[in-house]
């Protein structure tokens, strides 16, 4: 069935499990929303969630609005050196961060100019992580509604909280922090590696049905 998403930073589980289920198609005519999974992922560090923000250039005049297809990354901030110490400070301990790092690093070194595009990348490199060829089509124009099937843009909200009936796996921290829910895909690769695809597999979507 296809299903519209928002094309996120690092995608939660939540939204990867229920985008290998389906077919995707990524809205890409939107206007940009602050505090979205836009440009925001969360991990786990030693002090439990941790959230990863991309700097963006705000635009001017009157309405402030633009689309998510047209937003540029502020790169006058050094955020992709920051990200990545981060992401090696919280999870060079893990079973499998060794193994995803030489593809993962070149992420954070390459310069980005469109917020839309990195966010492609950054879900290139987990499907491919995953061992998936994900297909997928964009919108051709903004539609408040999608008929053709399941709307999962409300996914991208990072201030909606939902029930993720979600089966506890190891996380580095989770003996001081306990287990943290619906964290970045990256948190899932890093701890479970090649078990990614059949954890994310069996994950109920009853959420979806909310």
Not at 76 to 89: A, D, E, K, M, V
Request: aromatic content about 14%; hydrophobic content about 35%; charged content about 20%.
């Amino acid at each position: 069935m296809k299903a519209l998403f928002h094309p996120t930073y690092f995608p939660n589980i939540a939204t990867v499990a229920a985008m290998i289920k389906n077919e995707v198609v990524w809205e890409v005519n939107d206007n940009y929303q602050k505090q979205t999974f836009r440009n925001r992922c969360n991990i786990c560090n030693d002090q439990g969630k941790h959230l990863l923000t991309i700097p963006i250039k705000h635009v001017g005049g009157s309405s402030g609005r633009q689309r998510y297809k047209d937003v540029k990354i502020d790169n006058s901030y050094n955020w992709q050196r920051q990200h990545w110490r981060t992401l090696q400070t919280s999870y060079r301990t893990s079973a499998y961060f060794e193994f995803y790092e030489d593809e993962l690093e070149p992420l954070f070194h390459e310069e980005f100019d469109s917020l839309l595009e990195f966010n492609l990348k950054t879900i290139a490199f987990i499907t491919e992580a995953l061992g998936i060829d994900l297909a997928y089509l964009k919108t051709e124009s903004f539609n408040l509604n999608f008929n053709e099937g399941l709307d999962m843009r409300f996914l991208v909200n990072a201030k909606k909280e939902f029930t993720l009936s979600q089966e506890p796996y190891f996380q580095v921290f989770d003996d001081r922090n306990g287990f943290v829910p619906n964290s970045s895909t990256l948190d899932l690769l890093f701890n479970e590696g090649t078990n990614a695809l059949n954890y994310l597999q069996n994950q109920n979507l009853s959420f979806l049905d909310a």
